[in-house]
């Protein structure tokens, strides 16, 4: 297998689900498509901001079905196979392998929370069951489970196919400094946090973000200014669109937000999210429309055709 070089906007996208909270799967191929007309760099499936902790493992085959149909080699794809277990994490991982995906994104066990060991056995293990890169998901507002940066230079030493952690514990501008100064050029780096930090994140020596999926153009334009030179102009465009980025974080209602506004441009036919998220209110709303007003987001652009 040739493997692919990860680096850029790798958006985390959304599962769209029909009123009845089934998977969309019509929704689901003109949001990949989206993607793709934004000209991203990959695509992420079955991270956090996918509700994938909400789906079945049926569900997981129909969807990476229909997003390798859609996409065609065209960018790499990188599934979500983090598990509250070491054998479930090994059987999704091997099977995300064998269906085609270029990386994985692995969350560690976030049920019982494992100690520094037990952390470093899961990933280890994980690693001599696949060929293709591994990325660690840092993520502990999402999973309570913080990664010590000496766990993960050590298994990056250890193991090969580690190659990528994707940090999101606030504020992941000093922990992407500590896992570079520590790691070297065993580890590469991306955002997370819905690109909160996105800007300085890239001043620090971060390759890639992964976004929730409704602006992928602004991340794209971010990432081509910055490394083209144009350090200024990226700050300004980022400082420009940080109100739509905050706006989704928003504990319980992120994935909510996300979808109104991919469903406001007609990408995905409802907002529905699936328990324990909460649907928005109609004040948080009036809020986003505030901010989408004042911006020209491609996701609300009506003339994008699919």
Do not use: W
């Amino acid at each position: 297998m040739k493997i692919r070089e990860l680096k850029g906007v790798y958006p985390i996208l959304a599962t769209p689900f029909t009123e009845d909270c089934e998977v969309d799967t019509a929704s689901l191929r003109k949001l990949v498509q989206f993607q793709l007309e934004a000209k991203v760099n990959g695509i992420s499936l079955f991270g956090n901001a996918s509700e994938m902790y909400t789906l079945t493992e049926e569900e997981r085959d129909v969807i990476a079905n229909i997003v390798m149909e859609e996409v065609d080699g065209r960018v790499p794809l990188v599934f979500g196979t983090g598990a509250t277990g070491l054998q479930q994490a090994i059987h999704l991982s091997k099977k995300a392998e064998k269906i085609g995906a270029d990386a994985l994104m692995i969350l560690p066990p976030y049920m019982v929370k494992p100690d520094a060991q037990s952390m470093y056995e899961y990933f280890s293990e994980i690693a001599k069951e696949v060929d293709i890169p591994i990325m660690m998901q840092d993520a502990p507002i999402a999973s309570g489970v913080s990664i010590p940066v000496d766990i993960m230079v050590k298994l990056a030493n250890e193991n090969q196919n580690i190659q990528y952690v994707k940090v999101e514990a606030p504020p992941t501008t000093t922990k992407i400094t500590e896992v570079l100064s520590q790691a070297g050029d065993n580890l590469k780096v991306f955002g997370g946090l819905n690109g909160m930090y996105l800007f300085e994140e890239v001043r620090r020596g971060a390759i890639g973000t992964m976004p929730a999926c409704e602006f992928p153009e602004v991340c794209v334009k971010i990432f081509d200014l910055y490394f083209s030179g144009k350090e200024n102009e990226a700050k300004r465009y980022f400082y420009k669109h940080l109100p739509l980025i905050r706006i989704g974080t928003l504990a319980k209602y992120a994935m909510s937000v996300h979808k109104e506004i991919l469903k406001d441009g007609g990408i995905i036919s409802t907002s529905k999210v699936r328990n324990p998220n909460v649907p928005i209110n109609n004040s948080i709303k009036e809020e986003i429309h505030l901010i989408t007003e004042e911006l020209n987001l491609l996701a609300l652009d009506k003339k994008v055709l699919f």
